[in-house]
């Protein structure tokens, strides 16, 4: 599967994801775009992410023609996760369709969009990362930051290279393994009380089969959908 291969830096933009969009007919396979500022972020449903100037990081990239959806998917969550080990952030697991956890609190979101144009199906993968803005007093919504989990400060574009070197060395013929263990991870800590099983596209729907034999439907994040299914070993 392709890799991030340039980076672009840009002091603000509105949202990273818009900014890679307005670019399709000429961007580059394996663009990212990382904004220090960014005045519009955005996530599911167009909720509004908040991030704090060169105290948080945003970004975005681009891949043409990707030859799996879910994959792609699967192998942004597993950098990312892997980043945050790297960095001392212990633990973090991923609360489907598109939120990282670490414990019970949110520390990091991603946004996949999809375009098509003459030039093939083009995937845009948004990541919006709390890496040292103080997170915990919030009544916003119950949150945390890498300052906050690891007792330090972080530099975002050190965190940002090491997504990138994440990504782009990851084995896809473990990444889905991988990624299973990471909802594992947040299934035992009671948020969903089934684990996951197989990703694949079920009709527009994302399913959880819980434990119990009954099944909850969640809506589709972009193209992106899921089958989870009670963990039978």
Not at 8 to 27: H, W
Not at 48 to 77: E, G, I, M, N, Y
Not at 87 to 107: F, M, Q, T, W
């Amino acid at each position: 599967m392709p890799g991030i291969v340039s980076v672009e830096v840009v002091e603000s933009v509105d949202s990273t994801n818009e900014a890679l969009k307005r670019q399709l007919a000429t961007l580059a396979d394996g663009q990212l775009l990382y904004a220090k500022s960014q005045t519009a972020g955005r996530g599911r449903y167009d909720r509004t992410w908040f991030s704090k100037p060169h105290r948080d990081l945003v970004f975005s990239f681009h891949l043409l023609d990707a030859a799996s959806l879910p994959k792609t998917f699967q192998r942004s969550v597993c950098a990312l996760i892997d980043t945050l080990a790297f960095e001392d952030v212990k633990d973090a697991s991923v609360k489907l369709p598109n939120d990282i956890y670490v414990g019970r609190r949110k520390i990091a979101g991603l946004l996949i969009e999809t375009r098509q144009s003459h030039r093939g199906r083009h995937i845009i993968v948004g990541v919006g990362v709390n890496v040292n803005t103080p997170r915990r007093g919030e009544k916003r919504f119950i949150a945390t930051s890498m300052k906050e989990e690891s007792s330090r400060s972080h530099h975002p574009s050190a965190v940002l290279s090491r997504f990138i070197e994440c990504f782009n060395t990851i084995d896809d013929t473990t990444v889905s393994e991988t990624f299973a263990t990471y909802v594992r991870r947040l299934a035992q800590g009671a948020f969903i009380a089934g684990v996951y099983y197989e990703l694949k596209n079920i009709d527009k729907k994302m399913v959880c089969e819980l434990n119990s034999g009954t099944e909850k439907v969640f809506k589709p994040c972009s193209e992106l959908d899921f089958e989870l299914k009670t963990d039978k070993t």
